[in-house]
């Protein structure tokens, strides 16, 4: 079916979403719990997008296109808040991002500034029991990306989300750690954590040493 | 009508005769049969846990990874590792996901002392003193709210909404809800005693709700009406959803009758978590046949053969008196296989939920009813499509299943002229305490709110006077008293930024300061997020924090944050919490110290 993105027309396959046909136009989308290599998720809400006769933006991840959609990529509403959303983030954080992360990344393209809720923050806490992955809980942003690459690349159902609201994390097996977990120390979690929430032991050491 | 006190409860214990366990052993959905006879996944890559627990088929057990730990939480006080080892195995569950699941439910975390006591922070319960009994318990018992005594005796917890909010404010002590005056007092002294029900009354001679089912609506649709016939008449009846979204329930029945799949679901939402709301929790308790016949009726219109009620676990009672009605309807006929010899068979499941508000929405009560954390999935896909075990599956609310069986014996012609002029049907609304007469009432639609608060619940009892109501739950717009004349109906409430949405009506007297109001509110809506999208996450909690602090609120940023969660939220939660927010703005801008 052909929909058009910013104008462009494009060809995309039945039940495709509305987000992989503006990355088929070459157009950019914020994203930060989508990985194409898993199920589309939902949860971050920044790639927002206007839909010709919807009231509001939508998240792009998880609007099925329809034949002839107009899907509009630099609406100004969308924008705006997609950069909202993305403030909120960064003030949940104890510290910004770090800049090769995805975030980083996002956030700098969206153009936000100095987060202006100067609240509550995630209290630091590492866990650095494994020999090649560690935990830095205060960056989880709950995109659920470590967890699904768990379960839906690797297959080996060591991660969940944890806690409820503001409150919610992620962790391994019975909270014990990789090492106690069903893991299979394969990495796909560090490899599409945005935030460097999870992370290899190596460039951990690396930016302790850095910092010191 | 009145239930006598207790006589299905004991305190801390099991309820006498009752076997909650008994229906496991009768007739299963063939889609456990089948899914069960799978066995291990073979190194399949899983999309998701629903469809890894559709295709392990939980291990060939019966019992969900959520029902066994909060059996660990009634029996041993907590949820051990081993416990949740236990739970993984039996479900088919990851253990880190059950870890998952022991992290997400309020009756899970919560520590449980041998006396646990918990306390009601809903709206009706605030709006008598502003939670000034939580300070007097917690002073009483030496214990903050969410702490256990050094020796184990005794815990307090919060607790959102017992349904005993025509007699607030309220407590639970054991599975013994005290409500009213002198409830404190009680609890302080360990002498707590049953709550008094509330009135239940209907404006109409011949009530479509307030009377007790009989059956002869399912009766009448499985003699004289096809399923065809009988989703026609609903549809034309136009039933709307009385959870609080409003969607025609004729319409859901026809995308799950027209969806694919070789077994279908009625799932019952009973998790009415509005605080302030005991409309379900009336007619789970006071006519439970109404809702049997209700889901047997939709269970023929699409062709679903089990159906499920998920009743929230505030609610002790209800899930008792829906587990008796069950048994009494076997015996009698009215459930089981080839109804009155038509050959159309319907059973009917009672799952207990664990204490979270999200789990209203209905991806999330389908994730929690197969045992898994209560958080939102995005749609498509509907549960019409795919919902338990990713099988077509509909949603209803409790409210609304009770109308099917007007409908189906009297046709939606009849159901239009009880509102004569507005949305069909009745509703029924509940009032809070602060009312002379609250209770439960069946109105029809249109009439004005007014007309609700001072003619049939009397006005404000001390001689106190309405300064405004929150009318459908925690969602609802809060409407000012000099807007009273308004109609209680979908499109007239809406256009004054509230909702009919579930029919609970919260009246705060001129005593209430309104940002404290706002703060109850967001305190609610933050507590109660799944945390699954970041705006309702994050935003409902940097909401609270501003009005929780000293000083003028900056209007802007406030209204910038709103519009975020309305546009970007994931599900009505955080798309919807702002609207009470937004009246307070609109008519209390300077009590609400917005500037």
Known sequence: ?212 | MSQSRDTHLVPGGRVPGSDPGAWLRGPRPRAWRRLFDVGKVEGTVSRNLIELLTRKGANGGTRTALAMLREAVDERGGVTDDDRRVAAQVSGLPEAAVYGVSTFYDDLTQPRGRRHVRVCTGTACWAVDFDAQVRELEEGLGLRMGERSEDGELSLAETVCLGFCHSSPSFRDGDVVDAGPGALQRILSGTAAAAPEPEWRSVLDDPVLIRPGDYTGLRRALAELTAEQLREEVKAANLRGRGGAGFPAGLKWEFAHKAAGDEKFIVVNGDEGDPGSYIDKQLMEWSPELLLEGMALAGYAVGAAHGFVYVRSEYPRSKHALEHAVARAYESGDLGDDIYGSGFSFHVHVEEGAGSYVVGEETALLNSLQGMRGTVSARPPFPAEKGYHALPTVVNNVETLCNAPFIALHGAEAYAALSPGATPGTKLVCLNERFQRPGVVEVRFGTPMREICEDLAGGLKDGRSIKALQIGGPLGGILPTWKLDTPFDFDELAAEGCMVGHGGIVAFDDRTDMRRLAQHLLHFGAHESCGKCFPCRIGLFRGLEMVEAEGPVDRAKLEELLETLEVASLCAHGGGMPAPIRSLIAHFPDELGVA
């Open chain 1, 1 to 212: 079916m052909e929909v058009f993105v910013d104008g462009v027309r494009v060809e995309v396959e039945p039940g495709a979403t509305a987000l992989e046909a503006a990355r088929l136009a070459g157009k950019w989308v914020p994203t930060l719990c989508f990985d194409d290599r898993m199920a589309p998720f939902g949860a971050c809400r920044v790639c927002l997008v206007a839909i010709e006769g919807a009231a509001a933006p939508v998240a792009s991840c998880t609007t099925i296109c329809q034949e002839g959609m107009q899907i509009e990529t630099t609406d100004e509403r969308a924008q705006r808040i997609a950069r909202n959303v993305a403030e909120l983030v960064l003030s949940e954080l104890p510290e910004p991002p770090a800049g090769h992360t995805e975030l980083a990344e996002v956030v700098e393209r969206l153009g936000v500034g100095e987060p202006r809720w100067h609240g509550t923050v995630h209290e630091a806490k590492h866990d650095a029991r494994h020999p090649y992955l560690v935990f830095q809980h205060e960056l989880c942003i709950s995109c659920g990306r470590c967890v699904r690459a768990c379960d839906e690349i690797q297959g080996a159902f060591a991660l969940t989300a944890t806690g409820r609201g503001f409150h919610s994390n992620v962790t391994a097996g019975l909270d014990s750690g990789f090492q106690e977990s069903t893991c299979v120390s394969c990495g796909a979690c560090a490899d599409t954590c945005p935030t460097d929430a999870i992370t290899e032991r190596f460039l951990f050491e690396l930016a302790e040493q850095g910092s010191e």
